[in-house]
């Protein structure tokens, strides 16, 4: 076990980063003042603002503040996971944390999009979806990724023209391929045209 | 393998173990030069499928000349018997010795690391359109037919006749959409290939018989694709008549077979009588017939039109949801050849990535198991949509195949002992994160279970479109919304939510093929039950939002905060005193039933 999955499972130490996006997020959330309450939540170590995260000055201030304060969790306060999350779990993983110790809340997709006429309701929610990724990085562990290896060999089912170019795509490859066809022949639908649009070449 | 089925699957990405039926052909496939010898001499005649019934074959028969693999086969339900002393000609003239009855079905077993599936489609059969006569009037035919009849290797080597009278018709109609589009009879979809089908088989007909009058009864024609708007305009050239509007019916003149069709002007108004000489009936296309065999094997899922169902409608078109498995051609959906081939293409380099990985590593987001916990009830077993768990025999915990875990997390919800731990989305962590949403004003507040793929991704689809809708809700993500347990809502309302809102991908359309029936039945069980205690079942709110979705997203969240705001104080507290006693009486009960075993021990 490495030093930093071995600190995960010492009390947690969370870093906190909270993202501007532009104007994306601040525009209608106020970051700065959410940042300041972060700082108020159990187990926080540190709290970082960013005008972009994402951007390579935002990852790096991430990286630095996990060995400076010695973090087990971060959380990326940004934008949705289903966008960002590789990238942050890339950028924990150059430091050497376990990417599963990484979490996200929503600020921009679920936040300060939708709300826009309303700050101070964002701002609200904002705090409240920090708390809840907290809440939850607290009791994130360190996860392994099973590796499994790859039989190389494909099965086509359907011998169509679909399926015949697939298979001859994989066998051109380097792969064994099988290709499966139910009826007595291979072909399917095409081999019972005659002429096809919009060359009207021959079917067979 | 020609003539195979695959008969079963196991195993998962990148460890495939295949076992493929080979149908017995009766014929030795390798010897068979394809002589024919044994058709001449062959009693049975039977409708030759290949030429759609227009000619005979025998018993012992080639499906058409250029087959792969050249080879014959005899069909056994036609063949008079495998008694030689019942016929047994063709095993006479066979000089090579290679007809053998008693040939078996084989059953081979192969190992893979990617299976794609390309099983294609089948064709509407319009005989339930009556009004169309298809099965009363021989000179109504198919489109299927009609490239049968126009072919140089069919029935009639080419020569274009009508089946009544083997005369050439001179005025063809052509109905569009027959079994497509349509709510009442047939698919509502459209098949895509049938309009540029039809505009071929006229030009074809123009290049053959230039006197040929062609008329086609449409909706609209869908020449959307390269170089199809060209074409149909060449057509138009050549004279082919399209006239919108579809006829109702189709009538036949008994004495000369010539049909005639009435339809609705739609330019002038009034109606139309035209009179014709043959009928091609545009057919559309349909999901393959025995899909339902390879979806079973493979747990893939069909969209609501009946195809295969790809793992992201934009993104990922050419991956099932089962990790390993790829689509494309017409299993997918309707297209043509030029799509088909693009498919394939795609499809074989995605499973070439896969193969050329070596090893892949799969998400930490997997389903572990306590035995010590385990009352081995094995109703994990039952809820797992990918046989991910392999029972040890009833009272024995069971084992979870890691790698074949898709992560939806249903038996995590299932399990009554909680013994089941579904990686990076345990129990611990989704508690945690309710009581933080809801440590403050709860009353305000709706507590709401996402799913990753659908409801989630749709509330994101409505920020980036920048729908407007209120703050109440605060969203917990989970890869699925079975794994919401029913004790994650009970907590919500315990905690003082004024709401609770468990959304999920579209009811047919589960990211983990069907797992989201048991989110159906947990909410039924938490709706009945609130009722029982006299809590406002209206609290807790079920939604099906798809990636897509942004506006019904956007709508649900304004709907659910006119509900919320029916929620007073006063009705969240008394929901929490109702819920602190039954959990005393649970802990009550609890605490009797360990007194009654120590009493027996003792
Ligand atoms: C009347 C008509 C005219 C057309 N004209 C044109 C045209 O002019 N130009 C054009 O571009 N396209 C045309 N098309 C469309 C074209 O036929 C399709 O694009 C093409 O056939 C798709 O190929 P496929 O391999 O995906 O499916 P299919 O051709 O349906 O092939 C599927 C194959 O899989 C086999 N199979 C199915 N299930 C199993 C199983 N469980 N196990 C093993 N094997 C199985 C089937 O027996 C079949 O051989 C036309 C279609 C029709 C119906
Ligand atoms: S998480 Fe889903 S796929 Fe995995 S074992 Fe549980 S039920 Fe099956």
């Given at each position: 076990m490495d030093d930093v999955t071995k600190m995960a499972l010492d009390a947690p130490r969370i870093g906190v980063f909270v993202c501007d996006c532009g104007l994306n997020i601040a525009g209608t959330v106020d970051t700065a003042a959410v940042t300041e309450w972060a700082r108020s939540l159990p187990d926080v170590a540190c709290v970082v603002r960013n005008k972009y995260t994402c951007a390579d000055p935002g990852q790096n201030e991430i990286r630095k503040a996990v060995v400076e304060y010695k973090l087990n969790r971060v959380v990326v306060a940004s934008c949705s996971p289903r966008m960002h999350e590789p990238t942050f779990r890339g950028c924990v993983m150059d430091v050497g944390m376990n990417p599963y110790l990484m979490e996200m809340a929503n600020l921009r997709e679920h936040c300060s999009w939708v709300h826009a006429g309303e700050k101070d309701k964002a701002t609200e929610k904002a705090k409240d979806l920090i708390r809840s990724a907290v809440a939850r990085a607290r009791h994130l562990t360190p996860q392994e990724e099973l590796k499994v290896k790859v039989t190389k060999a494909a099965l086509v089912i359907g011998g169509g023209v679909t399926g015949i170019q697939a298979a001859l795509d994989l066998a051109d490859s380097g792969h064994q391929v099988y290709l499966v066809e139910k009826e007595a022949t291979i072909g399917g639908i095409m081999a019972g045209l005659d002429k096809t649009y919009p060359t009207m070449d021959c079917s067979i | 393998m020609a003539y195979s089925e695959v008969v079963n699957v196991s195993g998962f990405v990148g460890n495939f173990k295949v076992t493929v039926k080979k149908k017995t052909r009766y014929v030795n496939e390798k010897e068979c030069t394809a002589c024919g010898e044994c058709v001449k001499v062959c009693p049975i005649t039977k409708p030759d499928a290949y030429q759609t019934g227009f000619s005979t074959r025998k018993a012992i028969y080639i499906p058409f000349p250029q087959a792969v693999p050249a080879s014959y086969l005899i069909n056994m339900d036609d063949c008079l018997g495998i008694n030689p002393i019942a016929c047994g000609k063709c095993a006479d003239v066979c000089e090579k010795k290679c007809i053998d009855f008693d040939q078996q079905d084989k059953f081979i077993d192969i190992e893979v690391g990617?299976?794609?599936?390309?099983?294609?489609?089948?064709?509407?059969?319009?005989?339930?359109?009556?009004?169309?006569?298809?099965?009363?009037?021989?000179?109504?035919?198919?489109?299927?037919?009609?490239?049968?009849?126009?072919?140089?290797?069919?029935?009639?080597?080419?020569?274009?006749?009508?089946?009544?009278?083997?005369?050439?018709?001179?005025?063809?109609?052509?109905?569009?959409?027959?079994?497509?589009?349509?709510?009442?009879?047939?698919?509502?979809?459209?098949?895509?290939?049938?309009?540029?089908?039809?505009?071929?088989?006229?030009?074809?007909?123009?290049?053959?018989?230039?006197?040929?009058?062609?008329?086609?009864?449409?909706?609209?024609?869908?020449?959307?694709?390269?170089?199809?708007?060209?074409?149909?305009?060449?057509?138009?050239?050549?004279?082919?008549?399209?006239?919108?509007?579809?006829?109702?019916?189709?009538?036949?003149?008994?004495?000369?077979?010539?049909?005639?069709?009435?339809?609705?002007?739609?330019?002038?108004?009034?109606?139309?009588?035209?009179?014709?000489?043959?009928?091609?009936?545009?057919?559309?296309?349909?999901?393959?017939?025995?899909?339902?065999?390879?979806?079973?094997?493979?747990?893939?899922?069909?969209?609501?039109?009946?195809?295969?169902?790809?793992?992201?409608?934009?993104?990922?078109?050419?991956?099932?949801?089962?990790?390993?498995?790829?689509?494309?051609?017409?299993?997918?959906?309707?297209?043509?050849?030029?799509?088909?081939?693009?498919?394939?293409?795609?499809?074989?380099?995605?499973?070439?990535?896969?193969?050329?990985?070596?090893?892949?590593?799969?998400?930490?987001?997997?389903?572990?198991?306590?035995?010590?916990?385990?009352?081995g009830c094995e109703l994990c077993i039952d809820v797992c949509p990918y046989h991910a768990i392999q029972s040890n025999g009833k009272k024995s915990p069971p084992t979870i195949i890691t790698a074949a875990c898709a992560g939806c997390g249903n038996c995590g919800a299932a399990c009554p002992t909680g013994s089941i731990t579904m990686r990076h989305f345990t129990d611990m962590q989704i508690e945690a994160q309710i009581d933080a949403i809801l440590e403050e004003d709860g009353d305000q507040k709706v507590l709401g279970f996402a799913c990753n793929w659908c409801s989630y991704a749709g509330g994101d689809f409505a920020g980036i479109s920048r729908l407007q809708y209120p703050t109440d809700a605060r969203l917990i993500r989970t890869m699925c919304s079975a794994r919401v347990d029913e004790e994650f809502i009970w907590r919500g309302f315990h905690k003082g939510a004024a709401m609770v809102l468990v959304s999920g991908c579209h009811y047919a359309d589960c990211h983990y093929i069907s797992a989201n029936r048991q989110t159906v039945q947990r909410v039924n069980r938490v709706w009945d039950k609130m009722e029982r205690l006299g809590i406002r079942p209206e609290r807790l709110q079920l939604e099906w939002i798809s990636a897509a979705e942004g506006q019904k997203f956007a709508k649900v969240m304004r709907d659910i905060e006119q509900m919320r705001k029916r929620v007073t104080k006063e009705e969240i507290d008394e929901t929490v005193r109702i819920l602190n006693e039954e959990r005393d009486k649970a802990a009550a009960k609890k605490a009797a039933k360990t007194d009654k075993k120590e009493q027996a021990a003792a």
């Open positions: - | 990617a299976i794609i599936v390309a099983t294609g489609m089948d064709v509407y059969d319009p005989s339930e359109i009556d009004e169309y006569g298809y099965t009363r009037f021989p000179n109504v035919i198919t489109s299927m037919e009609f490239e049968r009849l126009i072919c140089a290797g069919g029935p009639t080597e080419g020569h274009f006749i009508r089946p009544s009278d083997r005369q050439r018709p001179k005025r063809i109609g052509f109905i569009q959409c027959v079994g497509s589009r349509s709510a009442k009879r047939g698919n509502p979809y459209c098949s895509n290939i049938c309009c540029m089908n039809t505009v071929k088989d006229c030009l074809l007909l123009k290049d053959h018989y230039p006197d040929t009058d062609c008329t086609v009864f449409y909706m609209d024609i869908r020449a959307f694709g390269k170089s199809f708007e060209d074409f149909y305009m060449r057509s138009k050239e050549e004279g082919v008549k399209y006239l919108r509007g579809l006829p109702g019916e189709i009538e036949e003149d008994p004495a000369t077979r010539n049909l005639r069709v009435v339809v609705e002007n739609t330019n002038g108004g009034g109606v139309d009588f035209h009179e014709f000489d043959m009928i091609v009936l545009s057919t559309g296309v349909i999901p393959q017939k025995d899909s339902a065999v390879i979806r079973k094997l493979l747990t893939l899922s069909k969209t609501s039109d009946g195809f295969l169902m790809e793992a992201h409608p934009r993104l990922k078109p050419v991956d099932a949801p089962t990790r390993g498995v790829f689509l494309a051609g017409c299993a997918e959906s309707p297209k043509d050849i030029k799509d088909s081939v693009a498919q394939a293409g795609a499809a074989a380099s995605h499973a070439n990535i896969l193969l050329n990985a070596g090893h892949i590593s799969i998400e930490a987001v997997t389903s572990v198991i306590d035995d010590s916990m385990c009352n």
